[in-house]
Structures are given as C-alpha cells and as structure tokens.
C-alpha cells in the first residue's frame, strides 16, 4: 500500500486513542521568517488538548525550496509521549497546551 499524505488522523498510544490534525504547514512570516508545522492533538472523550510546535526544516532555513510535508502515524505518537511527560493532562480543563518540539522529535 502506499504511504500517502494525511492532514489528520488517530493514533494508539498506550491502549488510549488519539485524534490529531496537522493545522499548520511550515510557513514564512515576515516578523518571525521561517515557522515550522503544527499538529493539534486531542485524547478521545477529553477535553484539553495539545499543540505540537516543530521547528522549520532546515532545507527552508538554508534557502532551499519546500520538500515533502514529513508527518506520519510514528512523529505523532512520539509527539503525545512527549507531551505528556512533559506535563500535558488530557482529562483537565483549560486551553490547549503548547509544546515546542525539538528538531529530534521530542
């Protein structure tokens, strides 16, 4: 089969379900320049959920042009791993938390 894109989609991690969606692609700011892609995370039937902050690639820091958007099933369950020893806790109340991922994936 082959691996096409997804903008969205649901992982397991740790028998518990995750919905998440990709809501920015790697983008120029005039201010800030280059911003990398988020993705939104939400554990199923909870209420608070994650933003994942990646950085730019660097190919776009280098002046190169655009690659393939790099997001995948694997990306997205390391980033709730992470999030969630970093202190995120999907079952309280509140605004979506913001985690900045490091160029590693964690």
Request: proline share 6%.
């Amino acid at each position: 089969m082959l691996n096409t894109h997804r903008l969205a989609g649901t992982v397991d991690v740790d028998g518990l379900q995750y919905d998440w969606e990709l809501r920015r692609e790697p983008q120029w700011g005039e201010s800030e320049g280059w911003k990398g892609m988020t993705v939104a995370l939400l554990q199923q039937e909870t209420q608070r959920g994650a933003l994942l902050e990646f950085p730019p690639p660097k190919r776009l820091l280098k002046g190169l042009q655009r690659g393939r958007l790099q997001i995948n099933d694997a990306i997205v369950s390391r980033g709730v791993r992470a999030a969630l020893l970093a202190g995120w806790q999907p079952e309280s109340r509140g605004k979506p938390m913001v985690f900045m991922v490091d160029a590693d994936g964690n």
